[in-house]
């Protein structure tokens, strides 16, 4: 048989995916390596789904998604960032951020463009620029900076063959959400160059130090920013696959024409779901955030307290601890910790090479799993 | 007041005042401050412990009785249900609107018991029109808590 696709074969599987094979193998592992809510779906959002399936709404959609649904997120776009998108031809409804980014990368690369991608940062970033041809061109973050990426990184990395800048804020795995000027300041490097922003703001509702920035809110990024938002984390709704771009109307027309004719639309019934959750479910969102929150100062006093400095992240329900004292690599540390405490946690490396030397801990669990975890946590670098 | 405190409580009031002052990001004596203030002030009642009696084998039974009062000088809504609350037997009054006016649910250890508390004492109040009981059966939720087992966490244990 001739040899499967190269660009697909170059990618190496994903790092989450070999630990999670190791994982699986174990009994009673309490896990604080889930990238998903705890929470299930709140029932207005599924009594709904139920209901419209009652009443036989099995069909296909427009292609952007129905007009209702488009019409509600421009409306939230409108009240929650003063954001303008037109609900015709400016807001695609996708299978989740997840399509979203893999539509977004397709528009815009040419064979051989430079997509800047700052790490460490969510795995399907960079294999989402490859598969549409283009390269990544990674550029590091720091601890010293709270994860937030240097804008004078992302300025040295560009060249003639940048088309974009790929960024997601508040940041899986590390929690971190830049100041403002520092956004300000990557909006600039783009409109200097000209450049595309791909902007994933999945979870913007999980932000606790004030209000999220939205990138296309500032100067100069409307025009050229790809704002990718779902519904996955803010009304715990990862099993539906369903999150929606919102952009130019040329943008959008590209990214609908790619949609079209691999997805035709999103699922029916779980845009039915995202239209509940916009109309009634913020209340029960509220409710779970402040419990993120709650957990969120829990778990970074405790993996200090255990010996693994920890900074307080300022969204997202992670924190990305260092265990560079430890002498022990990512994995090293992630595969004893799993079975010496029976504790999963994610191997930083899995993020970008500049997350070795740490791992990534979800606080989407309940706080007696949380102060468990860290008992054991504390245990294990205790004997270390 | 502290809102964010009584929320806390209000889910687990064993949650130490060291871990509230963790979650809230506030500090220990802080909390410890406010939780006793509320106490004081009444907004703070008391701590009790949700129990699935029936499990633990103790048989209960309730009833709710809904009362029509005719209110008259000097014996309004609330002198009517003072005497009522009084008896121990009542676990709870509530004014209500609609058809009835006093909602009660009565505790007792059998069906008879409660029949005969509410011909003998209810039903024989000065103002009391009428009464109707309906036993509970199952009981489903109450105070926000679901009476069933809880399901399991089914999400993968790793996921990105
Ligand atoms: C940063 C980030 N973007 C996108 C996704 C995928 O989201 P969706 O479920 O909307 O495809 C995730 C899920 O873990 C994520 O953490």
Known sequence: ?384 | MDIEVLKILARDARTSPAEIAVMTGKNEDEVRHAISEMEQAGIIRSYKTVIDWEKAGVERVFAFIDVRVSPSRGVGFDDVARRVYKYPEVHSVYLVSGDYDLRVVVEGQTMKEIAFFVAEKLATLDGVLSTRSSFLLKKYKEDGEIYEEPEGDERLAVTP
């Open chain 1, 1 to 384: 048989m001739k040899a499967i696709s190269h660009v697909v074969q170059s990618i190496p599987p994903s790092g989450i995916r070999r630990f999670f094979d190791i994982v699986s193998t174990m009994h009673d592992v309490l896990s604080l390596g889930v990238g998903e809510p705890d929470f299930d779906t709140p029932w207005c959002v599924r009594e709904a789904c139920i209901y419209s399936l009652e009443r036989g709404h099995t069909h296909y959609t427009s292609n952007y998604g129905t007009i209702e649904l488009r019409r509600a997120i421009s409306q939230y776009l409108a009240l929650s960032e003063g954001l303008e998108y037109h609900p015709e031809n400016q807001i695609l409804v996708t299978v989740g951020v997840s399509e979203g980014m893999d539509l977004a990368m397709r528009a815009i690369i040419n064979p051989g463009d430079e997509v800047i991608v700052p790490e460490p940062c969510f795995v399907s970033y960079k294999p989402c620029v490859m598969f549409a041809g283009g390269n990544p061109v990674v550029v590091p973050s720091y601890a010293e900076d709270g994860f937030a990426v240097k804008p004078q990184e992302i300025r040295a990395a560009v060249t003639s063959k940048t088309k974009a800048i790929l960024i997601g804020y508040p940041s899986n795995p590390t929690g971190a959400v830049p100041a403002r000027e520092t956004l300000e300041e990557i909006v600039r490097i783009a409109c200097e160059h000209d450049l595309y922003i791909v902007s994933d703001e999945i979870y913007a509702r999980l932000t606790y130090n004030g209000k999220h920035t939205c990138v296309p809110t500032l100067p100069g990024a409307y025009e050229r920013t790809i704002l990718l938002n779902g519904f996955s984390k803010a009304y715990a709704m990862t099993g539906w696959r369903i999150g929606y771009a919102a952009s130019s109307p040329e943008i959008i027309e590209a990214m609908m024409k790619i949609h079209q004719y691999t997805m035709m639309c999103a699922s029916t019934m779980a845009q039915v779901a995202a239209l509940e959750a916009l109309r009634n479910g913020d209340r029960e969102s509220d409710e779970m955030i402040e419990q993120y929150n709650h957990r969120r100062r829990v778990i970074v006093k405790g993996l200090n307290d255990a010996g693994l400095p920890c900074l307080m992240p300022g969204g997202a329900f992670y924190v990305f601890p260092s265990i560079k004292h430890t002498g022990l690599s990512s994995d090293e540390f992630c595969e004893r910790l799993l079975f010496e405490e029976k504790v999963a946690v994610v191997p930083g490396n899995a993020f970008g090479e500049c997350g070795e030397g740490h791992i990534r801990c979800s606080y989407a669990t309940s706080l007696d799993k949380i102060n468990l975890a860290i008992e054991r946590i504390a245990r294990f670098v205790s004997r270390l």
